[in-house]
């Protein structure tokens, strides 16, 4: 093969294990021992790559690896929902929650539409094509799901059928022509806890 891309998803939170959205704050201390312990098994890449969020800065740094910031593996942007519970947003908004649900191209939290999210994660995947070795990209469950769909050619609608856990390994193989999907949720042990309402 000509290259390979290593997805890792970003260590859980307090906001993602309540199944709020995600917010911009440090991962949880078991997930930072269990990226810790993943040290040993971690393949050796060319290059790292990290969002720039802190729970994924932070889970480069349990992996003890050196990361460059990729803007493009930027989590989604859930705008003013970021931080709060889906249930409660339901409850004040479900107008806005029902148009989120249906329609990738809806942004109702002023946050960033998933077709967005789709856009960035398909521009990192043909530019990557071009590089040869093993990229490794320490991410989240929205880029992933993204990525995951980009190669298979499926449609947006059908990223709430796929759950990325927090930690888990998602390996895509390219001949320089393609991607191809090698392996999904591989977990790095029993990781527990939720990714979030975005998986739903």
């Known amino acids: ?41 971690l393949p050796h890449a060319d290059r790292v790559w990290t969002a720039p969020a802190l729970r994924a800065r932070q889970t480069a ?34 107008e806005a929650v029902a148009a989120w649900m249906a329609d990738p191209d809806a942004a109702p939290h002023g946050g960033e539409a998933l077709a967005d999210v789709a856009g960035r994660a398909s521009r990192l995947l043909e530019d990557l094509i071009r590089e040869r070795g093993h990229t490794i990209a320490l991410t989240h469950a929205s880029v992933i799901r993204t990525a995951i769909l980009h190669v298979l050619g499926a449609p947006l609608a059908a990223s709430r059928k796929i759950d990325i856990e927090p930690l888990s390994i998602t390996d895509f193989r390219s001949d320089g022509r393609r991607w191809v999907l090698r392996a999904c949720g591989i977990p790095a042990s029993a990781s527990g806890g939720r990714t979030g309402p975005s998986r739903k």
């Not at 349990?62 to 593996?73: G, K, N, T």
């Open 61 to 94: 740094e349990a992996l003890a690896v050196q990361a460059s910031v990729e803007p493009l593996l930027a989590d989604q942007d859930f705008g003013r929902w970021a931080g709060r519970s889906l249930e409660g947003i339901q409850e004040a908004e479900p």
């Open 1 to 41: 093969m000509h290259g390979r891309l290593t997805m890792i998803c970003s260590g859980i939170t307090m906001a993602t294990k309540h199944g709020a959205f995600p917010a911009d704050e440090p991962i949880e201390a078991k997930s930072l021992a269990l990226a810790a312990a993943m040290r040993a098994t």
